[in-house]
């Protein structure tokens, strides 16, 4: 063929190529092109173009309609905490899109890659105070990587793939795409889907500096005291293995975030627990002991560094992180290891000497067994008939043998959950860590199950957050979602009870919660169920629930003012933790 | 730290909105943006933000960090005033009459290096450009002889040392991972690293 000829036929194939659809079409097409397979969602007039696309990728496409759009985050949430991928979330415009404004908030601050896709009034209309407009771009900037909105069907496909690339590149977060409702509607040529790789003004990743690589395993190298601080930047960054090549050839102790925990098993040895308010008694004191601390995709939350001014003062802090912002943030780096730990994690490891560090791993161990005398053997072996939350846990451990995924919600039982569950893979602990958000948990079990459908599944959840988000047991019914949920009742707000009891004079304003028959309640969405108080019934409770062929609702009832410890007060340096 | 006057100079995409991801970097923080000005750059498709305000070093380190972390933002580089060129441009409307009456305020406006851009018969307005004291000294100097109105406008500066922002531009436009480097103070120092 002449080179004419060539040209033609090749003009003739791109015309093949371009169909002409409606940008509704073109949100499908691009879903599946970014391989997305999961949708939580809830429809209504702004977005109910995009629906009836929908209508007829439904096969492909599976769609889970939830009960709030608060719950479409949370699941997909849950759904990119447990697969890795990016969560998936539709929602219409005004009070559908402003529902998902904490989900959003949630996931910017814990990270997690998730898109939504808002329906918006019609361009002509914005700015007129239409029925359902609400400044979505506007109201949700702070609670997301990026936001956009789209006034013309063509822009969908461009945007599509930026949004996808932002949500799952660099340090995660939430997307939302706002579509006006002609955009929606209108029929552009769909000239095929180009997924995004580049940004011109966006860096994913920092520039890796080999000069700050030697010197902090130089610095490693030398040290005699050192610690490892890891957060979920491992879980995100898919580097468990290269973290735990890591911590194995140096022999440096590792103690997790509430975030980062499951990104080692829980019982390896260099595993020394969690760090923080109610972490483990050893890493909160040695924080302010060791010469070299060593955070990895981590940033140093309040809650982690108590006082800021009395924390970690005596150590030389090396910081690993993909966002460049966090380093030196509140607490100041001597050497800035910038980069996605994939990458600089294996740089390290071969700069370090093969060490262990068995006199400074026993001083973790001698807390330990402290911590175990006065915090843990009260709380698994109580002197009284009535349960506690730890002997849940620890049951719950034995039965599933750490192979569970636990999704937690927001209070004492978070942080009973999060001290004692056991874990052998990645991607188990999903709990809203940055946000602390009530309500968290059943919506994002039920992601959780959908994101990994092959493994267990148990969201632990108090009796105040579960009646935040209780509407999702609708969800569950309808799409049959196989999740043991465990209410631990203690008939009080906990958490906040615990601080007033500590702070407040145990003034007890406001905590008293009333709860519904929870039994009752799922029994009227179908859902199987049962209520136990007694010891002698736990376990075999327990076990009915792991056994029982789809969902199920456990309420236990513990003791109504058992207190979480240890517990470093707000305001106190981390090595003055309390165990009582 | 002492708080002082910082430069903030911003190279951006062009993008609705990204005025608001900026502004509420600040006002998150309750930072008082002192002056800010939008503008392009000497590349097409490029904006520019100048933007003015007091703190600390370290605050003022951190907020670029978090500017340069939104997806729009090219470059994010903080000065202090001795590193710049900086102008700001003023107007004033002054009775006509009174110019004409007072020898004094025609006096004042020269040595003020003040410009008569509109001259009607009831007002003129003036034109000042300069830094800050220079345009506040004018204002009070005039106030006694009936100024009408006034308003300054946001700072403009220029980078002393920059040579521009198309090197840049480049880099940013290849692929990844860009070789933007960010320092440290103890890059460098290893002596200070590596005592025990
Ligand atoms: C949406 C939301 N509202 C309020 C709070 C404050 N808060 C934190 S823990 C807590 C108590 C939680 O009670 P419950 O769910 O019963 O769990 P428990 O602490 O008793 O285990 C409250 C009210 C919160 N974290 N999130």
Redesign the interface.
Known sequence: MSTIELAAEKAKSVIQQVENISGGEAVMKALLCEKVNTIFGYPGGAIMPIYDALYDYQERLHHILVRHEQGAVHAAQGFARTSGKTGVVFATSGPGATNLVTGLADAMIDSTPVVCITGQVFAHLLGTDAFQETDV??IT??VT?????VTDASEIPAILAKAFY?ARTGRPGPVLIDITKNAQLQKFDFTGYTPC?????????????R??IE?AA??IN???KPFIIFGQGIILGKAEKEFREFIEKSGIPAAWTILGMSAIPTDHPLAVGMLGMHGNYGPNVLTNDC?VLIAVGMRFDDRVTGRLDKYAKQA?VIHLDI???E???NVK????V?GDCKETLPLLTELVQKKTHPEWLQRFRDFQREEEKQCIEPEMKPSTDVLSMGEVIHQINELTKGEAIIVSDVGQHQMVACRYAQFKHSNSNITSGGLGTMGFALPAAIGAKFGAPARTVIAIIGDGGFQMTIQELGTIMQSKVNVKIVILNNEFLGMVRQWQELFHDRRYSFVDITSPDFVAVAKGYYIEGRSVSKRDELRNALSGMLDHQGPYLLEVKVGKENNVFPMVPQGCSVAEIRLK | MQKQEFTITVY??NQ??LL??IA?IFS?RKINIESLNTSPSEIESVHRFTIVINETEEVV??LC??I??Q????KAYFNTNDELVWQELALYKVPTEIIADKVKVERLLREYGARAVAIRRDYTVFETSGHLEEIEGLIRALEPYGLIEFVRSARVAIIKDSKGFHEKLKE??S????????E?E??GK?DE??T?
Do not use: C
């Open positions: 771009v506007n900037t702070p990587k990026w936001n956009y909105q932002i790789t580049h940004i011109r003004s966006y860096r994913p990743k920092p520039y890796v500096r000069k700050y010197q130089a610095l030398e040290a005699k010469d030389k966002d460049p912002s380093i030196d943030k780096a001597m050497i800035p910038w | 951006t995409e609705i909105g608001n991801r509420i998150r380190r951190k960090r978090q340069e972390k997806v729009e933002v090219l940013f436009e692929v990844e991972p860009g070789t933007n480097v960010i440290n103890y890059l290893q690293v590596f025990m």
